[in-house]
């Protein structure tokens, strides 16, 4: 046997692809052979056959063959070249549109063609637009295998991509790594067939189960893929305990004045949650939670606990806030618990003097600030925190792609609590987010009354804002969202203005207050304060009231044009009523006629469930994974082959799995890494 090349062999080293084609190549994320073997085709041409012409069906791709009878260049009603291919049965019309001098001049009279297109019924008789033609000889074989069509792109063309990937097929080495056993009891075929099979598929394969990709060859290939990342996920979670963090030990005192000074007691739940991130910030290496809870389980009493037994340990801690806003509404919360105690709490605001700024920086610096609260934005920027043990992120799912964070400690990394009132499904937290651990609260403090979600059509605006008054009447206080617009900024500025203006003419008696994202962060937080203490009694917003907002005697929301929004913002938002004693209830409203049938389902799945799980499943079923993936950090292996809903089977099976080869083969698993880590560019570098 020819000595094989190894499949991490870099494009480069490879003689005949030129650097032009390596660089359309990288555009596929493509740098060395393995890359190629895992560049699987999207589709396949059937070029084993060829029909006769009598048989073809409309609409069907077919290969055909035979001689051109008559070739002409038409010039009305558009230019064209017009071919007719006879065959011992009939005869079919060959059409382009667009065409080369080289074309006319192979596809003359008299010449044997093999053409491949789609066939139509057209005013001609069977036709084919812009079939792929070549001049051949009568008796040229037919493929063996199908053809693969790969995802290109631009100057990279089927042909050359075609070649390159049978040339890693034929010279790389694809040696099989895991035990045999594994995959056999999968009912799954070897490494190397499996890639022979999608590449180059037997005449008499499936085409359906390949196309649709249960096919067993896609289906090694995907567990291939996330037994890859579950190892990685689990190295990932072994590297961590070996990287070093602080200490810290549990906090009698702070915790135990700060909860004796409560109006409320925890929660089972809540005491739950806390003595798990309690025992992780005993460990000397640093901690990774999710804390799951729904809107207003109570995970920000959670945060100050953890925040105490950092700094009763002479450590600073810091709460990171999608928004302004909220950091407001936590630098509140966390003066009333905190200062009691004699605790330096600083925050870090859009709002600030460049001299307040410079002095809480300062105060961050050299430790004086022992507790510190900003928005994610800011601490972005540049923050040097004297001893920095732990850094609580909420709301987390808001802040989009994740930037890794810059609180790098000297000698080790802080802890890090993050914090999510959206649910990750169960398919995600065992994939993507295996390496983390979670935490859920799973109960919601007692007293609460469900809110009750009414869905109105717009017509029946006149009965809302009735009930918006009486609300307001009794001493209760409601919140008014206007609609997302996303094509325009501007416009959703005058929307809100307007319904501002026109709410205010409506109930003369009642104070209105106005805030939306575009208002300086200092105008917000007066307007929020405002709210809070009951000054303004009707609030209208955008949905920068989305997160966290917590004004308890807020007992009635009105949400506009509800259908556009997504269910888990919708979700969110009508968290914000329902804090309170008193009975709350979110309306709707929507517009009659326009709503489509999607919208409608969506709508209705809010209107019928308050429970965040299976409303954060729905929406992942109707949007897909990337809203969740913007929980992540980057650096986590994203799957290019594998799909968690379709290969379900296959992800619980990887996960046990993965733990099974570490423990028995721990060679293997390093082989297996170094083969699906090495073909992506942006899996884990741990
Ligand atoms: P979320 O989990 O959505 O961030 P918060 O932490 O803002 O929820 O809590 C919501 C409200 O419930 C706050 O007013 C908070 O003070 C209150 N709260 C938290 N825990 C309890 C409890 N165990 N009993 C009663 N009220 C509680
Ligand atoms: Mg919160």
């Not at 806030?321 to 859009?350: C, F, N, R």
């Not at 109960?443 to 029946?460: F, I, K, M, Q, Y």
């Not at 955008?542 to 888990?568: F, K």
Request: net charge neutral; aromatic share 6%; charged share 20%.
């Amino acid at each position: 046997m020819a000595l094989k090349l190894p499949a991490n062999t870099k494009l480069s080293d490879i003689k005949g692809i030129t650097p032009a084609l390596q660089g359309r190549l990288a555009k596929l994320g493509i740098s060395n052979l393995q890359g190629l073997l895992l560049h699987l085709p999207l589709r396949y041409l059937d070029e084993t056959r060829i029909v006769p012409i009598r048989e073809l069906r409309t609409g069907e791709q077919a290969q055909v063959q035979g001689e051109i009878v008559h070739a002409e260049v038409q010039y009305r009603p558009r230019k064209s070249l017009i071919c007719r291919l006879k065959d011992e049965t009939g005869q079919l019309v060959l059409r382009f549109l667009h065409f080369y001098p080289s074309q006319v001049a192979s596809l003359k009279e008299g010449s044997c063609i093999r053409a491949f297109g789609e066939v139509r019924g057209g005013f001609f008789g069977w036709e084919m637009v812009h079939p792929q033609c070549r001049k051949v000889a009568e008796d040229t074989p037919v493929a063996e295998a199908l053809t693969p069509l790969y995802p290109t792109t631009a100057g990279l063309s089927q042909a050359s991509l075609q070649k390159w990937v049978a040339f890693a097929l034929q010279q790389a080495a694809m040696d099989e790594i895991l035990p045999a056993a594994i995959y056999q009891h999968l009912g799954l075929p070897a490494f190397a067939d499996s890639l022979h099979q999608l590449h180059h598929p037997a005449a008499n394969v499936d085409l359906a189960s390949l196309e649709s990709r249960d096919h067993p060859a896609w289906r090694r290939l995907a567990f291939d893929e996330l037994l890859a990342q579950q190892l990685s996920m689990r190295q990932h979670h072994e590297r961590r305990k070996h990287q070093g963090a602080p200490a810290l030990a549990p906090s009698d005192k702070l915790i135990t004045a700060l909860l004796r000074r409560l109006p409320f007691a925890l929660t089972q739940a809540q005491q739950r949650v806390a003595l798990e991130i309690g025992h992780d910030l005993q460990q000397a290496h640093p901690m990774q939670r999710l804390l799951q809870g729904d809107v207003g389980s109570g995970k920000t009493i959670v945060a100050a606990m953890a925040a105490l037994q950092a700094i009763e340990n002479g450590w600073q801690a810091a709460i990171m806030a999608p928004t302004e806003i909220l950091a407001e509404q936590h630098y509140q919360k966390m003066q009333d618990w905190l200062h009691p105690l004699g605790i330096q709490v600083a925050w870090l605001s859009g709002s600030q003097g460049k001299k307040e700024r410079r002095a809480m920086l300062e105060s961050v610096a050299n430790g004086e600030a022992q507790l510190v609260i900003g928005t994610h934005a800011l601490f972005q920027e540049h923050v040097v925190f004297q001893r920095l043990a732990l850094a609580i992120v909420d709301e987390q799912h808001r802040f989009g792609v994740q930037q890794r964070l810059s609180l790098r400690q000297k000698g080790g990394q802080p802890h890090q609590l993050m914090m999510s009132a959206t649910p990750i499904p169960r398919t995600l937290s065992m994939s993507y987010f295996a390496d983390l651990d979670v935490s859920v609260i799973d109960e919601l403090p007692p007293g609460r009354t469900p809110v009750v979600t009414r869905l109105v059509s717009d017509a029946r605006r006149e009965e809302v804002l009735e009930r918006v008054q009486q609300a307001c009447m009794e001493g209760r206080q409601a919140y008014w969202v206007c609609p997302l617009i996303e094509e325009s900024e501007a416009l959703q500025l005058q929307t809100v203005t307007e319904t501002f203006e026109n709410l205010q003419a409506t109930f003369p008696e009642l104070r209105v207050g106005l805030v939306h994202g575009r208002m300086k962060p200092a105008e917000k937080q007066a307007v929020m304060t405002a709210f809070s203490t009951g000054e303004t009694q009707l609030l209208v917003a955008t949905t920068v009231i989305e997160v966290g907002v917590d004004v308890p005697n807020a007992s009635l929301m009105v949400i506009e044009h509800a259908e556009r929004m997504g269910l888990s913002q919708l979700h969110q938002l009508r968290g914000r009523v329902g804090r309170g004693a008193a009975k709350s209830s979110c309306i709707l409203l929507y517009q009659d006629g326009r709503l489509s049938e999607t919208a409608r389902a969506r709508l209705k799945i809010i209107y019928e469930s308050s429970d965040g799980f299976a409303i954060a499943q729905a929406d992942l079923a109707l949007r897909g994974p990337g809203e969740f993936m913007g929980v992540r950090q980057s650096g986590v292996p994203m799957l290019k082959i594998a799909d968690l809903e379709r290969d379900q089977d296959l992800l619980e099976a990887a996960r046990s799995i993965a733990a099974e080869l570490l423990a028995r083969e721990p060679r293997a698993a390093e082989m297996h890494l170094a083969r699906w880590l090495g073909h992506a560019e942006e899996l884990v570098k741990v």
